[in-house]
């Protein structure tokens, strides 16, 4: 079990590494999509420039807070949430 610490004012920092550990979940799933389910499967190092040439965007809905990936329309991830409790 982790270790119980006190907020002691500092919310903003617990919040970025809650944020940094959802980014970093969010990550892993697409990229095993990106590798996966992509057509072609993108191989080596993932660059903005190969993804935009493969006509893979992340996408995200506001009011459900879902994000996936999507190649020239067709989803090929795994809808990410976060749900706050």
Same mark, same amino acid.
């Given at each position: 079990m982790g270790k119980i610490i006190g907020m002691d004012g500092k919310? %903003?920092?617990y919040l970025g590494i809650l944020l940094d550990k959802a980014g970093e979940m969010e990550f892993a799933l697409?990229?095993?999509a990106v590798r +996966?389910?992509?057509?072609p %499967?993108? +191989?080596g190092k993932m660059t903005p420039g190969k993804l935009k040439k493969a006509g893979i965007m992340r996408c995200f809905n506001e009011e459900t807070m879902e994000s996936w990936l999507e190649q020239r329309g067709e989803r090929i991830s795994e809808k990410f949430r976060i749900v706050w409790k």
């Open positions: 919310l %903003p920092d697409f990229e095993k +996966t389910n992509a057509k %499967p993108i +191989t």
